[in-house]
């Protein structure tokens, strides 16, 4: 095939301008410092290029997102430990307000109640803390105040909405806190731990005793002994429902077996069963020796008492080791009999009050009994000091009444409260008898009832006055209508405990309140008084200390123990949240790091590499051009275009 000159100036030029543009490449190269500078460049490297400029793109956002959230964190942060201290000034100055000797040191409660504004203040004030111009307590309103006073209220303005900052791929933190669960979190139920003292009566059901726990009935027999006569009756309870049928069938077992000085009744402090006793001076073999002279017993000095006719006779009867009536009288009968002295004996005497002493014997021997020594009072307590002339009667040894009741196989007596050993007048244990629906109010506080007044209740910028003293409230379900029925947002029932009322805010936007008015006391006296949250019990403890009411101020000191654990837990929630924070900055700093450094190993020139292939490009296009020149030689054709 021929060369043409056409096709050597084509190809020529052709392998110039390739050398040219190579020679071009390295200087764009080289001036921009990257090795790709457009898809052309490196198809597979510009993609891998692009995968990690979005990484970046979305690193930096995060971190963004994440010194947001951080600054939001800090102010949270900062504000609860303000409130925190604020709460714990605001518990030291309730504390010495509650005290008798508040005024001594010249600070009044009316000033302290001033102080306790200021401070509640400060707390609206950072409950309505704005970042960037947004309220950071009011949920999604950001535009709306959180917390709004009333004049005796507060109530949240804002809503539940949770604002989250996307700090990493799929995951996402909630930033902001509530500011109802802050400052109107429930510290407490009003009236939850309440005790109304329902007062026993005759009709009390026995399942209803010990707070609804009951009584065991099986087998349900209890032992009734007069330790002072030896006599001893059974009481089978086990068909009994209420306690007018315990004390019916206790009465009736009693007065069959002839124990007439003792009687089961309803106790003065109507919440027990009480023994009612009556002193009959009667004593028996068994009687204890404690009991006689009234429960003041026998002073056994030397133990011993002297028998004499003040001439041939005379020796000592030792009583020391003796502990009943009986013992005394076979100690002296074994020892006198021992002592050689016949038909002298000692007996109780007829109308069964002390001791006799007979002398039978066709001469009475004319015998004395007498103390063995001055300082000795064994024969006057026993009552027998003086002659056998032939009989000594001797004083009535007064014993004081001795009871024993035990349970025969079960608990019944142990859980009915009048299991043991009694003196005198026993009292049972305290019965705990359930708060009832159906209860009246009459028989609260141990059946003494309860001086019932007016109340008033605050929710938020909402009140209404209550008259728990009105005669249509009879029963406690009366009362709890009452409540119910007020047109606030509560909640009455009976608590727990099953012992009072208490009184539930439903409404978790709102402070709860309730105060007494009018100088009365129900609301203390039913365990109801004060606030189940934080913001409302400083408006209460700002009133007490205006009405200078010490009680009502001590009431409130439990609720600012316990508001500031809560904020304390809200703080720790919030540190919690400081760190997880602090360390996703710093891992997404790494990996800013790690995808920046892969961008580089794609798109980022050598520039030692390309100096050398810098050089080499423009020797080769000098070298080109030169070898161009020599073989397209000019002709006078080039010279006449």
């Not at 979190?185 to 009951?214: P, R, Y």
């Not at 059974?234 to 019916?248: E, K, N």
């Not at 009465?251 to 003065?268: K, V």
């Not at 027990?272 to 009991?291: K, R």
């Amino acid at each position: 095939m021929r060369v043409t000159n056409k096709m050597m100036i084509d190809r020529v030029s052709y392998n110039t301008q390739a050398a040219l543009k190579r020679f071009l490449d390295m200087q764009t190269q080289m001036s921009s410092g990257r090795r790709i500078n457009k898809p052309s460049d490196d198809p597979l490297g510009i993609q891998r290029d692009l995968d990690y400029r979005h990484e970046l793109a979305k690193n930096s956002q995060f971190l963004s997102n994440v010194a947001r959230a951080q600054d939001w964190e800090h102010t949270y942060d900062s504000l609860l430990a303000e409130a925190n201290t604020l709460l714990s000034s605001t518990r030291e100055l309730a504390i010495a307000m509650s005290s008798e000797v508040a005024d001594d040191d010249g600070t009044s409660r009316g000033a302290a109640a001033v102080e306790i504004q200021e401070m509640f203040d400060q707390i609206l004030q950072m409950a309505n803390t704005k970042i960037e111009g947004k309220f950071i307590f009011s949920g999604y309103r950001t535009d709306q105040r959180a917390i709004i006073a009333s004049s005796n209220g507060v109530r949240y303005n804002g809503d539940t909405g949770e604002i989250k900052f996307q700090i990493d791929n799929s995951t996402d933190m909630m930033v902001n806190l509530i500011g109802s669960d802050v400052f109107l979190e429930q510290l407490c139920i009003l009236g939850e731990s309440a005790d109304l003292n329902v007062g026993l009566v005759g009709s009390t059901l026995l399942a209803d005793l010990h707070n609804g726990d009951g009584v065991s009935l099986v087998p349900g027999t209890i032992e009734i002994t007069d330790q002072n006569l030896g006599i001893a009756i059974t009481v089978d309870l086990s068909t009994a429902t209420t306690i007018d049928q315990v004390l019916l069938f206790i009465n009736g077992a009693l007065t069959a077996s002839g124990m007439t000085n003792i009687t089961a009744t309803i106790g003065a402090e109507n919440n027990n069963i009480m023994f009612d006793t009556t002193e009959n001076g009667l004593i028996s073999d068994v009687t204890s020796l404690s009991v006689i002279n009234s429960g003041n017993g026998v002073e056994l000095f030397g133990g011993n008492i002297r028998v004499t006719d003040y001439a041939a006779i005379d020796f000592q009867v030792d009583f020391s080791s003796c502990e009943t009536v009986g013992d005394i009288i076979t100690e002296f009968n074994s020892q006198v009999a021992g002592a050689g002295i016949s038909n002298v004996t000692m007996q109780i005497n007829a109308a069964g009050t002390g001791f006799e002493i007979r002398d039978t014997n066709g001469v009475p021997l004319g015998l004395f009994i007498t103390e063995t020594h001055a300082n000795s009072t064994v024969a006057a307590d026993l009552g027998i000091d003086g002659a056998i002339n032939p009989i000594l009667v001797g004083d009535d040894l007064n014993p004081t009444v001795s009871f024993l009741i035990e349970d025969i196989g079960g608990t019944t007596a142990e859980e009915l409260g009048i299991a043991g050993e009694f003196f005198g007048d026993f009292p049972g244990s305290d019965l705990d008898p359930l708060l009832l629906p159906t209860s009246n109010v009459a028989d609260l506080n141990n059946g003494l009832g309860y001086d019932l007044d007016e109340i008033i209740l605050w929710q938020g910028e909402f009140s209404q006055i209550l008259d728990l003293g009105d005669p249509g409230i009879v029963t406690v379900q009366d009362m709890l209508d009452a409540f119910n029925n007020c047109g606030l947002d509560i909640t009455a029932s009976i608590n727990p405990d099953g012992r009072g009322i208490q009184i539930v805010n439903n409404d978790v936007a709102r402070s709860l309140t309730i105060e007494d008015i009018n100088g009365g006391t129900t609301a203390r006296q039913m365990g109801i008084y004060g606030s189940s949250d934080m913001l409302g019990s400083y408006i209460v403890l700002i009133n007490a200390l205006q009405a200078d009411d010490q009680d009502a101020v001590g009431l409130l000191l439990g609720n600012f123990e316990e508001a500031i654990e809560r904020l304390l837990d809200h703080r720790s929630g919030v540190g919690a949240k400081s760190i997880r924070l602090g360390a996703t900055s710093s891992r997404l700093l790494d990996r800013e790091l790690a995808f920046t450094r892969r961008l580089s190993e794609v798109e980022d020139a050598d520039i030692t590499e390309l100096i050398t292939q810098l050089s080499t490009f423009e020797n080769n296009y000098q070298a080109a051009l030169l070898a161009s020149a020599r073989i397209i030689q000019p002709t006078l054709l080039d010279f006449m275009k």
